[in-house]
């Protein structure tokens, strides 16, 4: 079936830190990945997508390359910010058919200034 | 982006009672809503699936007769929780996207439910 993993957290870093949460996937075919940002009290927003290999999606300074042969997405920032403190979550979505969202449990980051 | 707003963020109730969550799409027409439950430190897990005017389609293992999901309309879906016990007691999220193909979907903010 499908299904996504990612680094569990919490994550602790200081204002500035290179930031990387690690996330593979397992699936059938060809799924787009999205990285989605929970901050407190909100619901999860989209902050970036990668719909095939190779595709690096990119938003606020946020990265993340899909990488087929590795079959993973791994989120990157170079230089965190106080308010980048959020849960975020790693996830995939199948081609065709009902077009679910299978998501990762979620990553906690906190910066601290 | 688009907006979707859930009502209420947080609701109390008494075992054995129901509690209604709504879920509307503010500047668009949600063709599809999807409903989800979010356990401490989990991920979300799909409840249902529904498509306005028709009946949704659950996930294996969720109760169609304890959570009641009703999609009326193209801007409004409801989830009922029936009966509701301690152990419903959880973070219930909505999201809705439009009848395009590929289209995202947008999230509510969620609901906390407390049974007690």
Known sequence: GNSVTQMEGPVTLSEEAFLTINCTYTATGYPSLFWYVQYPGEGLQ?????TKADDKGSNKGFEATYRKETTSFHLEKGSVQVSDSAVYFCALRTQGGSEKLVFGKGTKLTVNP | ??????????????????????????????????????????????????????????????????????????????????SAHPEDSSFYICSAREARAGTEAFFGQGTRLTVV
């Open chain 1, 46 to 50: 989209l902050l970036l997508k990668a």
């Open chain 2, 1 to 82: 982006g688009a907006v979707v707003s859930q009502h209420p963020s947080w609701v109390i109730c008494k075992s054995g009672t129901s509690v209604k969550i709504e879920c509307r799409s503010l500047d668009f027409q949600a063709t599809t809503m999807f409903w989800y439950r979010q356990f401490p430190k989990q991920s979300l897990m799909l409840m249902a699936t529904s498509n306005e005017g028709s009946k949704a389609t659950y996930e294996q293992g969720v109760e169609k007769d304890k959570f009641l999901i009703n999609h009326a309309s193209l801007t409004l879906s409801t989830l009922t929780v029936t």
